[in-house]
């Protein structure tokens, strides 16, 4: 078929001129204990905290293959569904804001550093809550060129499973920045009714 710049151009505006990686907003919260939230959503946190989120990602959709055996040959089926681990880069402030909540939201999962586990540290019921109660989820929302939220993904039942050393370096004069990684049960996507309101959707 026939190609012209102009077609391409009219059809890509048409669609807001294409999402940028650039223009998104998370949030991250433990539903159990919002001070260890932190997010545009979250009072109980730095306004400035869901800024310090450098990167992060859209999820992908996984369907792992089954192979049965048949005839001397492999033949792939539809398996299981499965989710990555979801990463996010965080730079550091000097208060190491973020990264103290996350240490404690860990301590809270699995023992204190010295290997206690008192006071509702490494326990996963303990008085007056139920099981699971250390999981959290989070949002990413993508933003159109227009400042509307265009998508909204939600990560349930999140967890931090690594929290990724930060290096120290005489020679070097940049902002520090370290990773988080999450475990989640699935992920949910959809376009928002407003922009403050995430659509729920499985």
């Given at each position: 078929?026939?190609?012209?710049?102009?077609?391409?151009?009219?059809?890509?505006?048409g669609?807001?001129?294409?999402?940028r990686?650039?223009?998104?907003?998370?949030?991250?919260?433990?539903?159990?204990?919002?001070?260890l939230?932190?997010?545009?959503?979250?009072a109980?946190t730095?306004?400035?905290?869901?800024?310090?989120?450098?990167?992060?990602?859209?999820?992908?959709a996984?369907?792992?293959?089954?192979?049965?055996?048949?005839?001397?040959?492999?033949?792939?089926?539809?398996?299981?569904?499965?989710?990555?681990?979801w990463t996010?880069?965080?730079?550091?402030?000097?208060?190491?804001?973020?990264?103290?909540?996350m240490?404690?939201?860990?301590?809270?999962?699995?023992?204190?550093?010295?290997?206690?586990?008192?006071?509702?540290?490494?326990?996963?019921?303990?008085?007056?809550?139920?099981?699971?109660?250390?999981?959290?989820?989070?949002?990413?929302?993508?933003l159109?060129?227009?400042?509307?939220?265009?998508?909204?993904?939600?990560?349930?039942?999140?967890w931090?499973?690594?929290?990724?050393?930060?290096?120290?370096?005489?020679?070097?004069?940049?902002?520090?920045?370290?990773?988080?990684g999450?475990?989640?049960?699935?992920?949910?996507h959809?376009?928002?009714?407003?922009d403050?309101?995430?659509?729920d959707?499985?």
């Amino acid at each position: 078929m026939a190609f012209t710049v102009s077609t391409f151009k009219s059809g890509l505006a048409g669609g807001g001129g294409g999402a940028r990686p650039a223009l998104y907003e998370v949030s991250i919260n433990n539903s159990h204990d919002t001070s260890l939230s932190f997010g545009p959503t979250s009072a109980s946190t730095p306004s400035n905290a869901s800024l310090l989120v450098k990167a992060a990602s859209i999820p992908a959709a996984n369907i792992a293959p089954l192979a049965v055996n048949y005839a001397g040959r492999a033949y792939k089926w539809t398996g299981f569904r499965t989710y990555d681990n979801w990463t996010v880069t965080v730079l550091n402030d000097e208060d190491f804001a973020i990264r103290n909540k996350m240490m404690e939201w860990m301590r809270i999962i699995s023992g204190q550093l010295d290997g206690s586990r008192e006071g509702g540290y490494g326990s996963p019921v303990t008085a007056g809550t139920t099981a699971g109660y250390y999981e959290g989820n989070a949002t990413v929302k993508q933003l159109g060129t227009d400042g509307a939220v265009k998508q909204v993904y939600k990560f349930y039942n999140l967890w931090p499973t690594e929290l990724a050393e930060i290096g120290v370096d005489w020679s070097s004069d940049i902002i520090q920045e370290y990773t988080i990684g999450f475990a989640y049960d699935y992920w949910g996507h959809g376009a928002p009714t407003s922009d403050t309101n995430v659509v729920d959707a499985s």
